[in-house]
Nanobody, 113 residues
Framework: QVQLVESGGGLVQAGGSLRLSCAAS????????MSWYRQAPGKQREFVAS???????NYVDSVKGRFTISRDNAKNTVYLQMNSLKPEDTAVYYC???????WGQGTQVTVSS
């Protein structure tokens, strides 16, 4: 069974950093594009970053230069390193598999001003 489990969220001050992890299981991890999305209260879930099996990355403009997505195929894990966090980054962050509509349970990121 496909399973995506996020971790690493928390409460940080503006300008701080967090590293989110998504542990994947139940599928051949290395062949899929993996993504991070986020959803703030009262807002639509939005794309944050993605990474292909070969390491190509894409980011929403608002996080470029601050966030870095990476993957460790040996560990079946995708990461989101978040630096220079801003209050507007506050959201539940979800791990997503490009194919099949699979989501993790989400991890809360709260950035205080």
């Amino acid at each position: 069974q496909v399973q995506l489990v996020e971790s690493g969220g928390g409460l940080v001050q503006a300008g701080g950093s967090l590293r989110l992890s998504c542990a994947a299981s139940g599928f051949i991890f290395n062949i899929y594009v993996m993504s991070w999305y986020r959803q703030a209260p009262g807002k639509q879930r939005e794309f944050v970053a993605s990474i292909t099996s070969s390491g190509n990355t894409n980011y929403v403009d608002s996080v470029k230069g601050r966030f870095t997505i990476s993957r460790d195929n040996a560990k079946n894990t995708v990461y989101l390193q978040m630096n220079s966090l801003k209050p507007e980054d506050t959201a539940v962050y979800y791990c997503h598999r490009n194919y099949g509509g699979f989501w993790g349970q989400g991890t809360q990121v709260t950035v205080s001003s």
